[in-house]
């Protein structure tokens, strides 16, 4: 339930095109709707203006579906996210709007072109081709809640001029999410380079002594630039969650989709 399905609503109770009862019906599963195993939270976009995320790993395929098959009729758009390309096989074939990503690893379920309501344009860094896995589920998260989103590859700290040779692009981003493994260097160059927020990303990427991407981690919070915030290891859903976050945040907005005071949107975690 959006704010926009909200308004409706109450202007069909309004204009006694529905009844008071028929209205209390449509709401009726609000807050959540028990599953026995998990409990739906309907109420998600209008507290911040983005529906549930499923967080697909450690979920069985049947638990998947019947999340899904109750979310579907009530939500324009569902994204699952950390989810493996057996589990998303049989969903592609049950769910006709559905559609993987399997280099993000995210199942998405789209009816139609999310409206862009951001202020400014997302850029998307990786600093190896093995960190692009990361770097896309932080752009189809930020695409999905309503961003101009823009990606940049393979840019790392081994061939900074690869780096330099985009300047007028990283300059002009509201928002910049870095993805990095190894010794995760890169947030730092273009936290120096630019006046906007970065978000780093630690990947796992990389040889033994990165600790599955503990070093990554503790060099981007080691960092002295002081621009960058760092997500957890190989969370592109939370750093493409807050890019979008900021990206939406205005004078004189409140930050929910649909609401008077400035029409931008905001987010919302993960189900467990």
Known sequence: MNIDKLTTLLNQVQQNQITIDQAISSLRQLPFEDLGF?????????????????????????????????????????LVTRLEAEKAAPLIDIFKDAEYFSDARLLRIQKSEPKITGIGTILIVSAGTSDIPVAREAALTAQAMGNRVTSLFDVGVAGIH??????????????????AGMEGALPSVVGGMVQAPVIAVPTSIGYGTSFNGMTALLGMLNSCSSNIAVVNIDNGFGAGYMASTINHVSDGSSGIPGNSGGGQSGQNPPAG
């Open 162 to 179: 690869r780096l330099f040779a985009h300047k007028e692009q990283l300059e002009s981003a509201s928002v910049i999410v870095v993805a």
């Open 38 to 78: 998990s409990k739906i939270d309907y109420h998600r976009q209008l507290r911040q203006g983005f529906p549930e995320v499923i967080f697909g790993q450690g979920k069985t395929t049947g638990q998947i579906q019947g999340i899904l098959e109750r979310m579907e009729d009530r939500e324009d758009i569902i």
